[in-house]
């Protein structure tokens, strides 16, 4: 069976919130690994959208994560500005046939988030 998620990106310079969708492998174990194969193409955290995209060939755009009905998971990336720009995630679970979205955790550092829900080496 498929544990779906959207994904929602905001924060990236030069782009709107994105919001994608992925039918498989939403839990958090499964969105660390995307998260962290996202993060091996890139050391930059403004790139880490356009990373993101070009590994996960089977996202598919949203207008709004509302869009993904099925979804069990949804996940927030956001791009912190500052003197040292950073990633952050927060994941909500919704349980199958209900309606509410409940924080799963965060928000969190993405790194701490892959280091919990993929602890040893990532890849």
């Known amino acids: 069976m498929a544990t779906c998620a959207t994904y929602t990106f905001s924060g990236f310079s030069g782009v709107p919130e994105r919001h994608l969708y992925i039918h498989h492998d939403g839990y958090p174990t ?13 050391a930059d955290v403004s790139s880490f959208l356009a990373a993101f995209l070009s590994t996960q060939h089977q996202a598919e755009p949203l207008a709004s994560p509302e869009q993904a ?55």
């Open 30 to 42: 499964g969105a660390a690994w995307r998260f962290a194969v996202a993060q091996r193409e890139t």
């Open 69 to 123: 009905a099925d979804a069990e998971y949804r996940y927030r990336v956001q791009l912190l500005p500052g003197a040292d720009p950073h990633l952050q995630v927060q994941c909500w679970r919704r349980m199958p046939g209900g309606g509410t979205w409940i924080p799963r955790c965060g928000p969190m550092p993405l790194a701490a988030f892959i280091q919990r829900f993929l602890p040893g080496d990532q890849l």
